[in-house]
């Protein structure tokens, strides 16, 4: 078992604020399923899969970058759906609500969740709820049932009534009627994340920050400060890329997460270099926090085996 959170959620924030660079690296599909669009039951269940990310080496941080559902409409007037993706005890880590595949589609509808910041690096699901609308049928995904092909155990699951005490919960699919033995067609694709990578966002949105949001922003020029701390993130990106992980990671301690500190305290206002403008201050507080975050993710990728 890995000792690290299982899943994280980005602030919202980032994904309106923040400027990504395009990493156009292959991402890695996990398929359980074997294309077969067997049968649907649109009778308004909800279902979902379980994704286990694959571990390379040195690669154990993913960013989810492309779910696919395949969409029983096939001539139907069926309502939307809700797409979460969860945690591996079911708690949301991203929801992308209200989902309105075209009445003609017949097959894989793709939804690009790129650059929303959900990062997964344990077990996570993605959950199909269906939505009710008067005068429609609910959506459901296909369901490839086994006939001669593989079925994967344990990964398609149905939010029902037991069994066997007739309990509200999650339940493989395979113990519940009238599914049976089959596979759920949700597939996902993920992005590997590195230290790098991740690095070059926080020196983005460094550089994208307003001026004011730094100390001394009337009296000195700021874009200096900006400068200083982009340049110190080159300087661990090149450890990074040597593979001096100690060396970087003790940088960004020391040298770089201080600096983006709130100054809320007496004691971290001495090593902060943001603003302490009163005024500014919600913006600032959003700034740091958004920072602290994204630092806390860069320390997720960290390649290195957990002690
Ligand atoms: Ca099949
Ligand atoms: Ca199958």
């Not at 969740?113 to 959950?127: I, L, T």
């Not at 450890?239 to 709130?262: C, V």
Request: glycine residues 6%; proline residues 7%.
């Amino acid at each position: 078992m890995k000792t690290k959170v299982a899943a994280l959620a980005f602030f919202a924030l980032l994904t309106s604020t923040m400027i990504y660079s395009s990493r156009a690296s292959p991402g890695t599909w996990l398929i359980y399923d074997n294309d077969d669009r067997d049968i649907a039951h649109g009778n308004g269940d909800t279902l979902a899969v379980l994704f286990t990310p694959p571990t390379y080496p040195f690669v154990n941080l993913f960013e989810v970058k492309t779910i696919n559902v395949s969409i029983a409409y096939d001539e139907w007037d069926c309502a939307g759906f809700d797409i979460y993706v969860t945690d591996e005890n079911h708690n949301s880590i991203k929801a992308f609500p209200n989902q309105q595949p075209s009445s003609t589609l017949y097959g894989w509808y793709s939804m690009d969740v790129s650059g929303q910041g959900v990062y997964v690096d344990s077990d996570f699901y993605v959950e199909f709820h269906p939505l009710f609308e008067p005068q429609k049928l609910y959506a459901a995904p296909w369901i490839d049932e086994v006939e001669g092909d593989e079925f994967y155990y344990n990964r398609s699951y149905c939010y029902t009534y037991g069994p066997p005490d007739a309990i509200l919960d999650w339940y493989p699919i395979e113990l519940i009627y009238p599914y049976g033995i089959s596979d759920v067609m949700i597939r996902v694709e993920l992005e590997p994340e590195t230290p790098q990578s991740l690095l070059l966002d926080l020196r983005e949105t460094v550089l994208n920050a307003d001026d004011s949001w730094f100390r001394g922003y009337i009296v000195t020029n700021t874009k200096q400060l900006k400068n200083a701390l982009a340049n110190k993130m080159d300087a661990v990106i090149n450890m990074f890329e040597m593979g001096n992980f100690q060396g970087g990671y003790k940088k960004l301690d020391k040298d770089i997460t201080p600096k983006l500190n709130f100054c809320g305290t007496v004691r971290v206002r001495a090593l902060s270099w943001l603003s302490l403008d009163p005024e500014l201050e919600d913006v600032v507080y959003e700034f740091a926090g958004m920072c602290q975050e994204l630092i806390g993710i860069i320390k997720l990728a960290d390649p290195r085996p957990t002690p």
